[in-house]
């Protein structure tokens, strides 16, 4: 049986190897933390989408309403999920005379501002609230006591007295957290 002597320097092709494996973690564990760090980028970009998205569907459904009071504001509420909820609230801030462009028909008319207000929050740190600004077309001059409350009707033959045209919108502000 022959045995070779180790030559000194063999080790250094291990130690190369071993320095080289050393740098290659040290980029994985960097890689993994900016990965990780993206990923949430990703899920709070999603919980802010879907916060805005829930305040236009709060919008829309306050918008969707048959009647609107003029005495009280109006609130409803609609989760999606447990921790994707919005609120709104719906208030007449003034009658005024009807604004260019939006007369329709015969007679004296008015046009009834509202506002709604909409709160929306998605996941634990998305929150969006939004406000829309709506008139309301309706018979009478503005100087009219007005009934406590304003039902919609866009048919011109069967609408009751206290009906109003429906909603036409007239601003929007929006903002997030």
């Known amino acids: 049986m022959r045995f070779e002597r180790l030559r000194p320097e063999s080790g250094i092709a291990i130690s190369a190897v071993l320095m080289i494996l050393a740098a290659l973690s040290m980029i994985a564990a960097a890689g993994k933390g900016d ?4 990923w949430a980028q990703v899920r709070n970009a999603r ?3 879907d916060a805005v998205g829930l305040a236009e569907t709060g919008m829309a459904r306050a918008l969707a309403a048959q009647s609107f009071r003029l005495d009280s504001s109006e609130s409803g509420r609609y989760c999606r999920t447990q921790s994707r909820c919005v609120q709104w609230t719906v208030r007449h ?4 005379a009807v604004p260019p462009g939006l007369e329709q028909g015969a007679g004296p008319q008015r046009a009834l501002h509202f506002e709604v207000n909409a709160e929306a929050r998605a996941g634990r740190h998305a929150r969006a609230a939004a ?23 866009g048919d011109q033959d069967g609408c009751p007295q206290n009906a109003a045209k429906p909603p036409v919108r007239r601003y929007w502000r929006e903002a997030a957290e």
């Open 35 to 38: 990965a990780a760090l993206q």
């Open 47 to 49: 919980d802010y989408a």
């Open 131 to 153: 406000a829309l600004g709506f008139v309301m077309v309706a018979s009478g001059s503005p100087t009219d006591p007005a009934a406590n409350e304003i039902v919609v009707c």
């Open 93 to 96: 801030m003034e009658t005024t």
